[in-house]
């Protein structure tokens, strides 16, 4: 396969194929949820635990890469796809894997509002940086960012919200509907780009795998080490922060950093994540309830 041929087929994908399942799942979650809800969840957590959370959500994982870049012989391409993976946090349909999962749902929104909030102002701040550590001008310009966070997060979201508002009986009827039907289409477009990224991820080194799951590791263990909260609140925020929005690294490493090549490892790591969402509610239940740090 060539890979002009398959960024350009990777362009169509981006605009058109997983946006459409994504809005319509992003608005079922926000018929999902409310107002006075997210806001609460904001303000169970201190300055000093949101510090922390800015610490194990944006600097963490990519100091991370950076030394795991040191210690493996990554090619370049898989350093900088795990490191753009680690950039970005917040995929934007964890609210409701959150839900299926028996998580809470309204504290996985509010992190993903959060983040999303600052994701304009630390993406660009932290490539600027490592760039500079590499003696490279890198740059990622808020505005893309800000584009993509309204069309795929807070647009749709909004309208859910405002849908509920509007017509509460109705949207309770939709929420199904618009469930089944776009984790139907979603679930068609994964794997179709499974198909289609299948053998570029046969050339990809042996330590990929490996290092993409010690990237996830490390983000729930940033989590559950940093934010010092109740075991629930714990582990809902170390999933959320484990499941990164591969779709905007993808984004940002071909567009922004002009590194197509850097697409195996992100697959990978979307590869390696999907098992660990469904092994890590299994491996940590929560049995036990503890008072928020202050």
């Not at 997210?38 to 030394?67: M, N």
């Not at 500079?132 to 993509?148: G, V």
């Not at 009827?173 to 679930?187: D, E, M, Y």
Request: glycine share 6%; aromatic share 10%; proline share 7%.
């Amino acid at each position: 396969m060539r890979w002009a041929n398959f960024f350009g087929w990777r362009g169509f994908y981006m605009r058109f194929l997983f946006p459409l399942p994504v809005f319509v799942l992003m608005v079922s979650i926000g018929m999902s949820l409310r107002l006075p809800d997210l806001v609460a969840q904001w303000k169970r957590l201190t300055w000093s635990a949101w510090l922390r959370l800015l610490l194990a959500t944006f600097i963490v994982p990519p100091v991370f890469v950076l030394l795991l870049h040191r210690l493996m012989p990554l090619r370049p391409a898989e350093a900088i796809g795990l490191f753009m993976v680690a950039v970005v946090p917040g995929a934007p349909l964890v609210s409701r894997k959150m839900a299926r999962l028996g998580f809470d749902m309204h504290l996985a929104a509010s992190y993903q509002v959060w983040g999303a909030c600052l994701t304009p102002v630390m993406i660009p701040l932290v490539v600027f940086l490592t760039g500079k550590f590499y003696n490279r001008d890198l740059w990622i310009s808020p505005l893309l960012l800000i584009e993509q966070i309204a069309a795929k997060q807070f647009v749709p979201l909004l309208l859910g919200m405002l849908l509920v508002r509007l017509a509460p009986e109705r949207s309770k009827k939709l929420v199904p509907a618009l469930n089944v039907g776009g984790n139907v289409v979603l679930v068609l477009v994964i794997l179709l780009v499974l198909i289609k990224v299948a053998p570029s991820l046969l050339g990809v080194t042996v330590w990929l795998p490996f290092a993409a799951l010690l990237l996830a590791i490390v983000c729930i263990a940033a989590i559950r080490l940093l934010v010092r909260a109740d075991v629930a609140t714990g582990r809902t925020l170390a999933i959320c922060n484990v499941n990164r929005f591969v779709g905007m690294a993808l984004l940002l490493t071909g567009q922004s950093l002009h590194r197509n090549d850097a697409l195996p490892a992100v697959a990978c790591y979307a590869l390696v994540v999907a098992f660990v969402t469904i092994l890590y509610p299994r491996l940590f239940p929560t049995n036990q309830v503890k008072a928020l740090a202050a």
